[in-house]
């Protein structure tokens, strides 16, 4: 209704080019020898805001972050406070875990036919996925 | 230490035209030498006694007192066994195994499984059990399907990383003895200085006997770590040649001087690491034979003078195979074998008749042309041989998990790095390599061979946006058509593909393509990569002319995937050029490319992470379609900056009409906060431009009035969810009346009063966004805690374009295209097929049709 421009929705993506700019976050602020944000600028907006305030928030500046103790949250169990993403509407996610040097998109339209379908969230679908990476990263060790 | 001879070790092919004067007076100079015997203090012996030599001898003697003398015989000879043959030649082998107690078996063109069995049958019916060997120079896959197809020996002669040779020469090793073989006829270590070679030419690591010499040392240390004997070839050289032995006996007419200095130093280097075996070719070299057309495989002055006395080998000789024409043309079936015993060979490959050989060879032996003992002493190096190789304790192929354990996800992941290793740039102009300022670049492909996209042109699409044109071949007069277009482009990325069946394949290049590459550099940049072997670029002088220039030798998958990425700076270029084919291009060019921190694309294994490990991502991914949560989706996994899993699962919608690809293009929803309004925040706050301290009527004194309590809100409150902002504002209801949509907010055509699209034959007023601000602003801020909210968004849209002086969608647009985000942005049906957008709802109650504009309504927490 914006036209199809808004800060909160309106952009479209493959999950290889969003991921493009999810390794830049991770990188930093670089990305094919480019540097697009201040690393100092992205460490201030990926770190919780309000999480001494207010223990129920555990936004950064926009970007999402892992669930706080004893409240829910977009991401799989044990990943790193560090981690950073955001989910969407559409049945969708972008997540960024400096500590394990992840970057893991999922995109679905779950919401066709109907937005009343909630079985991607009832399913843990996005937070499963993200666990067998994990999983697969410590097996790797082993 | 072995001394240099008077030739230096690299060579401009053709150079050794030898002029009939000279010619004379060096066969004068081979005569003499050879009546003074060749000098043995010239080769300084450090280590050469090959492994089997050092272990005891006691289940060698012990089955050596079992045979009789004609079974003793018998074990010199190895014959070649097929897989890929019926009834006939089972039983064929099968009585040279019984009857005549043959040694070895060669296994030629097959399967795998099929192989495995037999073997297991013919070790079954032997005596004593039977060394098997093949021809795998690039694996298993030189002879049998279905298994891994490493690079040929050129390509790796590119490759400055020896150590990837050595791996290579284990798992090489570990797969031969999985499938029951014992030797494995490799590497080769002629020295390629003869481009026409028609036989060895890309089997060789090149025209430098240092390149030829450490790499064939790597090779073979890799296989004989796990027990597999290597075998040096083609002794003792086959590289300067344009004739090719299994047709005719090719003449070498260099002078001792020459050959030993050059040919025989790998040979000789390999020999002072412990080869264990070594197969003499069929050559006329009258400097080392003493005598013309004499086949060295049948001369004692090589075979036994120079291979044993001078250079000092003591492990395995095998003879090339008997019934090539090289030496069947010479000699009778039989008198051939005896020839080849008596110069001194161990193993009498692939013999026209075994029957007769033995015959002969008692017949010999009777004659006193060799003894006995000679013969016995073979047949005992042969046993102790196959003790090394762990016949002492046979154990029959496993057929159970055959398959995947020789095709093992680390083999892959090496054979993909030898192929990467191995990326030769010869030309990098004005330092276009790799590809930079993506947003100033109109990109074409032209791929010329395959006819369809190449993985190569898949691969370049993941970087940015390539558009695709492939010929099968160019004619040089039709082309002007495709000229025009390409010229269009100010970037073009060309390359050429050849076979890459196996290194005998044509890999000429036609005029057309050379006329085409020289019309498109006249004005455009272009960068040539060609997937063929390196002398294709004899002759080739257009190349000169392109900016970049890369040679990936072969037309293999993993050499197109790394091209791509090295163009696109995902990895770097280290190769250098194993032969030459210009005053340009000599031996050892390659500029060293590094990567450009942009994804590199590749195997989970390179990271540490199993394949298999991942595997539930694809039944969590498919439950999620059979249950209904959707009806396709994509999955993207990277690590330390590579992507390891990148796959699309189901449709676009339920009734299964169109698969969903990696191309498609979603809705992303929310993402679009960090991927579009983040991305803006921060270069803002970075250009001094934002604070995260500051409030909202800092930036938005003109949308918000002094009066409004919205002015005070905080952006860090904002846009972490804590300022009091309500969730949402369900805008559209107020749209519709009576269920219809309001006609004087929304209008089935578009014009200048109403330019926003909303759906198909939607149209909304202009005026509209602006009602949507008041609207917000009119609302209560409530009380600071968390609460997730979009309507904090709709003002940092606005925020960003006050500050940036420019729209939010060409803002990130901008960005998106330096990143080679091609599908990333606002409104994609302006620059997609609607094709590839997944719709999302099929909205009944507002827009009452399938979506594929953004999704606005009823949007909330997710």
């Given amino acids: 209704m914006l036209g199809g421009v808004g800060g909160h929705a309106g952009i479209f993506s493959n999950a290889n080019d969003l991921a493009k700019l999810m390794q830049m976050y991770l990188n930093g602020g670089t990305y094919g020898g480019i540097r697009y944000i201040k690393d100092t600028t992205l460490n201030e907006f990926t770190k919780c805001q309000f999480c001494y305030e207010e223990k129920e928030n555990r936004r950064a500046a926009g970007f999402d972050k892992p669930f706080l103790q004893g409240y829910g949250g977009p991401t799989c169990d044990g990943i790193s406070q560090t981690s950073f993403g955001h989910s969407g509407f559409t049945g969708t996610m972008a997540w960024a875990d400096p500590s394990e040097d992840i970057v893991y998109v999922f995109l679905s339209n779950r919401i066709y036919p109907s937005a009343e379908n909630r079985k991607l969230v009832k399913m843990d679908i996005r937070t499963n996925i993200q666990q067998v990476i994990y999983d697969a990263i410590k097996k790797g060790k082993e | 230490m072995y001394r240099l001879g008077v030739i230096n070790a690299k060579f401009e092919p053709m150079k050794f035209k030898i002029t009939i004067g000279v010619l004379l007076v060096s066969m004068l100079v081979i005569t003499s030498a050879f009546n003074s015997k060749i000098n043995n203090s010239q080769f300084k012996r450090i280590n050469d006694t090959p492994p089997f030599l050092e272990e005891s001898t006691a289940w060698a003697d ?34 040279l195994i019984k009857n005549n107690k043959i040694g070895g078996l060669i296994f030629m063109q097959g399967g795998p499984l099929r192989q495995a069995e037999l073997i297991n049958h013919y070790q079954k019916i032997s005596k004593v059990p039977l060394m098997v060997s093949i021809d795998g120079e690039w694996g298993l896959a030189m002879r049998l399907d279905s298994v891994v197809k490493y690079p040929w020996q050129m390509t790796l002669g590119a490759i400055q990383d020896d150590q990837l040779i050595y791996e290579m020469g284990v798992d090489i090793g570990e797969q031969c003895k999985r499938l029951g073989i014992h030797v494995n006829f490799a590497p080769v270590v002629d020295i390629n200085i003869n481009p026409k070679n028609p036989i060895i030419n890309a089997r060789s690591f090149g025209e430098n006997k240092e390149n030829v010499a450490n790499k064939g040392v790597a090779y073979m240390k890799g296989m004989q770590s796990v027990n597999v004997m290597a075998n040096a070839k083609h002794f003792p050289g086959h590289g300067d040649t344009d004739k090719d032995s299994h047709k005719s006996l090719p003449t070498i007419n260099h002078t001792k001087a020459r050959m030993d200095s050059v040919e025989l130093y790998p040979f000789y280097k390999l020999i002072n690491n412990g080869l264990a075996s070594i197969m003499v070719a069929h050559l006329n070299i009258p400097a080392y034979a003493g005598e013309d057309n004499m086949a060295t495989t049948l001369s004692k002055n090589v075979v036994t003078g120079l291979l044993q006395d001078s250079l000092g080998f003591k492990g395995l000789i095998f003879t090339d195979a008997l019934n090539m024409k090289g030496v069947s043309s010479l000699f009778e079936p039989g008198i051939v074998d005896v020839k080849a015993l008596i110069a001194g060979n161990d193993v009498l490959l692939f013999s026209g008749s075994v029957k007769k050989g033995i015959l002969e060879i008692n017949k010999a032996i009777e004659r006193g042309e060799i003894t006995r ?22 154990k029959a192929v496993e057929k159970v998990g055959l398959s ?11 054979n993909r790095k030898l192929s990467e290793a191995s990326l030769t740039v010869l030309k990098n102009e004005g330092d276009i390599l790799p590809l930079k300022r993506l947003d100033t670049l109109r990109i074409a492909s032209l791929s010329i061979g395959e006819g369809r996209v190449s993985e190569f042109q898949q691969t370049l699409s993941l970087y940015n946006q390539v558009d695709h044109f492939n010929v099968k071949e160019l004619e040089s007069k039709k082309n002007a058509r495709l000229l025009d277009t390409l010229r269009t482009y100010n970037t073009i990325i060309v390359s050429i593909h050849k076979s890459n069946k196996n290194p005998w394949k044509s890999y000429k290049i036609s005029s057309g393509t050379k006329n085409m590459i020289a019309n498109l550099t006249m004005k455009n940049n272009v960068v040539l990569t060609v997937f063929a072997n390196p002398y294709s670029l004899i002759g080739f002088e257009q190349i000169e002319q392109t900016a970049g220039l890369i040679i990936a030798y072969q037309n293999s998958i993993y050499a197109n995937e790394a091209a791509a990425q090295l163009i696109f700076g995902g990895i770097a270029a280290n190769g250098k050029f194993p032969v030459s084919v210009s005053e340009k291009f000599e031996e050892g060019t390659g500029l060293i490319i590094k990567p450009l921190n942009r994804f590199k694309y590749t195997a989970p294994e390179e990271v540490g992470i199993r394949l298999n490990d991942l595997s539930p991502i694809d039944s969590i991914a498919k439950s999620g379609i059979s249950e209904g949560a959707y009806p396709g989706c994509q999955v993207l996994v990277a690590k330390n900056g590579k992507v390891i899993y990148n796959k699309s699962f189901g449709y676009h919608t339920y009734d299964k009409k169109r698969a969903v690809l990696n191309s498609d293009i979603y809705d992303i929803a929310s993402i679009t906060k960090i991927s579009a309004s983040l991305l803006s925040l921060m270069r803002l706050q970075d250009e001094g431009k934002f604070s995260l301290d500051s409030n909202l009527s800092a930036y938005l004194s003109k949308l918000i009035p002094d009066s409004s309590k919205y002015g005070d809100l905080g952006l860090r409150e904002i846009l972490a969810h804590q300022s009091g902002l309500q969730a949402w504002v369900p805008f559209y209801i107020k749209t519709i009346r009576n269920k219809e949509l309001d006609n004087i907010i929304y209008c089935k055509d578009s014009s200048t009063y109403y330019p926003y699209r909303v759906a198909q034959d939607v149209y909304i007023s202009k005026f509209y966004p602006d009602i949507i601000y008041q ?32 729209r939010l969608k060409d803002y990130v647009a901008d960005i998106y295209a330096t990143m080679g985000m091609t599908t990333t942005g606002y409104i994609p049906r302006e620059r997609f097929s609607l094709d590839r957008i997944p719709p999302t709802e099929n909205d009944k109650i507002f827009r009452k049709q399938v979506i594929k504009e953004m999704y606005t309504i009823r949007e909330q927490q997710c």
């Avoid at chain 2, 009789?68 to 014959?79: A, K, S, V, W, Y």
């Avoid at chain 2, 995947?404 to 090496?414: G, M, P, S, T």
């Fill in chain 2, 62 to 95: 012990s089955i050596f007192k079992t045979l009789t003398p004609d079974e003793r015989i018998g074990q010199l000879f190895m014959m070649a066994a097929y897989s890929n043959k019926g009834a006939d030649h089972l039983k064929r082998i099968e009585g």
């Fill in chain 2, 373 to 394: 003992e000679e013969v016995d002493a073979r047949c005992l190096k042969i046993l102790r041989a196959k003790q090394w190789e762990g016949l002492d304790q046979y």
């Fill in chain 2, 404 to 414: 995947a354990d020789l095709n093992k996800r680390e083999y892959e992941l090496l």
């Fill in chain 2, 775 to 806: 609207r917000i602003l009119r609302g209560p801020i409530k009380e600071k805690k968390y609460k997730y909210s979009d309507l904090g968004y709709y003002f940092m849209m606005k925020l960003i374009e006050a500050q940036t002086g420019e």
